[in-house]
C-alpha cells in the first residue's frame, strides 16, 4: 500500500469484518476523519480564544459577507462560488483593476473567477479573458505568485490540459506547500494525465498539512479536501470509501454553493454503482441547495432516465443543456433520443455536440475525448481512432484507454483494441476504478476475437456494476449474453 493514503479516508459504513475485527477500509476512513476534523476542532479553539478576550458588550455575531467577499473566500479556497457572487466578483475586480491596474492579487482572483464562470455556464468565451488576467498576474510577480499558479491550474484543467494544469500545480505547491489550496487542481490534473499514483502521493501530502493551512475557515477547506479524497478512492475502486468521503464532503460544506457540488459527486458516484434512486436523490438534493447547479440537472435526466421516465428526463437534459451545454450532455441526450427511436432528435443533438466543440475548440478547449466517442460511435471510426492516438499521447488516462480501445474496435482493429480495453479494466495498471461502460467495451472485443468465455465475463460484469449504465448499450449487453448462452442473473430496472 501507498503510505500517507492508505491510511486516510472518511467516516463511513463499514467497520467490523466476520471475525471481529475492524476492516481495513474502516480504518482508512476513521483515520482521514480524524485529520480532517481535527482542522474543525482548532478552529472551535481559535474562535473560543478570541470569544474569551472581547468584551461582553461586543459579542455581537459578524455581518453576513457580501457576495464580493463570498466569492472571494470561495475562488480563494479552490471552492465553488455561486453564479451571482462570481458575477459580481468579477464586476467588482474589473472596475478596480481599471482604477488599480498594478493590483496582482486582484489579477489572479479575476482570472481565476473567470475560470469557474467559464465552467459552471460552459461559455469558453471566458478561458481567454482568463488566460490574460492571469497572466497580468504572473507578469507582475513572476515568481512565488501561489494565486496565479493555481488559477492557471485551473484554466488548464478547465480546457482538459492535463500536462499544463500538472506543471502550473507543481508550481503552485512548490511555491506555497503548506497551503491546502494548490493540491486539488494538481490532483485533478495526476488523474486527467492517468498518474494515479502522482494523485495519491499528492493526497497523501494534503491530508498530513496542518489545519488551517491556506483554507477559508469556514469548513470549506475540509468539503474539499474530502471531494478529493473520494475521487482518489474510486480511482482506487474502493467504492464504500468513495462513497462515503464523498457523502461526508457535502455534509461538511461550508456554503450552499460548494454543498450543491459535492451532493452531484455523490450523485454520480451513486449512478456509477448502479444506484439510480439513490443517484436522482442527490442530484434533486444539489439543485435544492443551489438552482444553479446545472450539472445536478444533467445528472437528473441521467437517473431518470434509468428509471423509466424517459418524458422527465428528455426535460431535465434539455434544461441542462439549455443553462450548461456541455458537448458531452449533447451526447447523452441524442442517445437517449436515439433509445427511444427518435433519429431526428438525436441527430439535431450530435449537430450541437459539433458545434459546442468547434466554440470549445476556438477557446483552447480539447474536447477531443468526448468526439472521439462520439465519432466511434455516431460518425467516422477512422477519425476517432486518429483523434484518440493524439489524446493518448497527450493523456494516457484510463479513459482515453477506454476510448481508442473502443474506437479501434469499430475500425476493425480487435487485435489492437484489445490491449487498450484491457488496461482500462485492469485493476493494477489502470487504477482500480469499475466503470460498466469499460467493461462493456471490453466484452464486445473479446467477443470480436472469438474469446467467448470472456466476453461472458466482462460483458455480465458490466451489467453487475451497473444495469442502468447506458440507455442504448444495455440491451446490446444483454442480446449479447443471451446469444452466448448466458441468462439470467442480471435486469434492468426499466
Given amino acids: 500500500m501507498d503510505s500517507g493514503v492508505d491510511s486516510g479516508t472518511a467516516s463511513g459504513t463499514e467497520g467490523v469484518g466476520a471475525s471481529?475485527?475492524?476492516?481495513?477500509?474502516?480504518?482508512?476512513?476513521?483515520?482521514?476523519?480524524?485529520?480532517?476534523?481535527?482542522?474543525?476542532?482548532?478552529?472551535?479553539?481559535?474562535?473560543?480564544?478570541?470569544?474569551?478576550?472581547?468584551?461582553?458588550?461586543?459579542?455581537?455575531?459578524?455581518?453576513?459577507?457580501?457576495?464580493v467577499a463570498r466569492a472571494v473566500t470561495a475562488v480563494g479556497s479552490g471552492a465553488p462560488a455561486s453564479l451571482p457572487d462570481l458575477v459580481a466578483l468579477i464586476s467588482d475586480r474589473e472596475a478596480h483593476l481599471r482604477a488599480h491596474p498594478g493590483d496582482v492579487r486582484s489579477w489572479a482572483e479575476l482570472g481565476t473567477a473567470y475560470v469557474e464562470r467559464g465552467e459552471r455556464t460552459a461559455e469558453p468565451r471566458y478561458f481567454p479573458k482568463a488566460d490574460a488576467a492571469l497572466r497580468t498576474s504572473l507578469k507582475g510577480r513572476p515568481k512565488g505568485n501561489s494565486e496565479a499558479f493555481r488559477g492557471m491550474a485551473a484554466l488548464a484543467?478547465?480546457?482538459?490540459?492535463?500536462?499544463?494544469?500538472?506543471?502550473?500545480?507543481?508550481?503552485?505547491?512548490?511555491?506555497?506547500?503548506?497551503?491546502?489550496?494548490?493540491?486539488?487542481?494538481?490532483?485533478?490534473?495526476?488523474?486527467?494525465?492517468?498518474?494515479?499514483?502522482?494523485?495519491?502521493?499528492?493526497?497523501?501530502?494534503?491530508?498530513?498539512?496542518?489545519?488551517?493551512?491556506?483554507?477559508?475557515?469556514n469548513g470549506g477547506p475540509r468539503a474539499q479536501v474530502l471531494v478529493r479524497a473520494g475521487l482518489v478512492y474510486r480511482d482506487r475502486g474502493w467504492r464504500e470509501d468513495s462513497a462515503a468521503a464523498l457523502s461526508d464532503a457535502a455534509a461538511l460544506a461550508a456554503a450552499p454553493a460548494e454543498q450543491a457540488d459535492c451532493l452531484v459527486r455523490v450523485g454520480e458516484s451513486a449512478w456509477e454503482r448502479?444506484?439510480?434512486?439513490?443517484?436522482?436523490?442527490?442530484?434533486?438534493?444539489?439543485?435544492?441547495?443551489?438552482?444553479?447547479?446545472?450539472?445536478?440537472?444533467?445528472?437528473?435526466?441521467r437517473a431518470l432516465a434509468a428509471l423509466g421516465r424517459d418524458s422527465e428526463a428528455l426535460l431535465a437534459y434539455q434544461s441542462a443543456l439549455a443553462k450548461q451545454p456541455l458537448p458531452r450532455y449533447a451526447l447523452e441526450l441524442g442517445e437517449l433520443y436515439e433509445s427511444l427511436g427518435l433519429g431526428g432528435a438525436a441527430r439535431a443533438q450530435y449537430d450541437v455536440l459539433r458545434a459546442r466543440v468547434r466554440e470549445g475548440d476556438a477557446a483552447g478547449v480539447n474536447e477531443e475525448l468526448v468526439l472521439g466517442l462520439f465519432e466511434a460511435d455516431h460518425g467516422e471510426a477512422g477519425g476517432a481512432v486518429r483523434r484518440l492516438r493524439g489524446e493518448w499521447a497527450r493523456h494516457p488516462s484510463v479513459a482515453v484507454a477506454d476510448a481508442l480501445g473502443w474506437a479501434l474496435h469499430r475500425d476493425g482493429k480487435d487485435r489492437e483494441a484489445i490491449g487498450f480495453a484491457t488496461r482500462a479494466t485492469?485493476?493494477?495498471?489502470?487504477?482500480?476504478?469499475?466503470?460498466?461502460?469499460?467493461?462493456?467495451?471490453?466484452?464486445?472485443?473479446?467477443?470480436?476475437?472469438?474469446?467467448?468465455?470472456?466476453?461472458?465475463?466482462?460483458?455480465?460484469?458490466?451489467?453487475?456494476?451497473?444495469?442502468?449504465?447506458?440507455?442504448l448499450l444495455v440491451p446490446v449487453a444483454l442480446r449479447a449474453l443471451e446469444e452466448l448462452g448466458e441468462s439470467g442473473g442480471v435486469g434492468v430496472p426499466r
Avoid at 34 to 49: S, T
Avoid at 158 to 174: I, P
Avoid at 444 to 463: K, M, Q, S, T, Y
Wanted: proline residues 8%; hydrophobic residues 40%; contains cysteine.
Fill in 274 to 301: 448502479g444506484e439510480p434512486a439513490e443517484s436522482l436523490r442527490a442530484f434533486e438534493a444539489a439543485l435544492r441547495a443551489d438552482p444553479g447547479e446545472h450539472a445536478a440537472r444533467a445528472g437528473q435526466g
Fill in 157 to 217: 484543467n478547465a480546457r482538459h490540459d492535463f500536462r499544463a494544469a500538472r506543471r502550473w500545480g507543481e508550481a503552485a505547491v512548490a511555491a506555497s506547500p503548506k497551503r491546502w489550496s494548490g493540491y486539488p487542481a494538481l490532483i485533478d490534473a495526476y488523474r486527467g494525465l492517468g498518474d494515479y499514483k502522482g494523485a495519491r502521493r499528492a493526497l497523501a501530502r494534503l491530508v498530513e498539512l496542518p489545519p488551517g493551512g491556506g483554507g477559508s475557515g
Fill in 426 to 471: 485492469d485493476r493494477v495498471r489502470g487504477g482500480g476504478a469499475r466503470v460498466a461502460l469499460y467493461s462493456f467495451h471490453r466484452g464486445v472485443i473479446e467477443r470480436g476475437l472469438g474469446n467467448d468465455p470472456g466476453a461472458r465475463r466482462h460483458l455480465g460484469e458490466a451489467l453487475r456494476i451497473s444495469p442502468v449504465f447506458s440507455p
Fill in 20 to 67: 471481529g475485527v475492524r476492516t481495513e477500509s474502516a480504518v482508512r476512513r476513521d483515520v482521514l476523519a480524524r485529520r480532517v476534523l481535527a482542522g474543525a476542532v482548532a478552529g472551535c479553539f481559535v474562535l473560543g480564544g478570541v470569544l474569551v478576550v472581547m468584551p461582553d458588550g461586543d459579542r455581537r455575531p459578524p455581518p453576513s459577507p457580501g457576495p
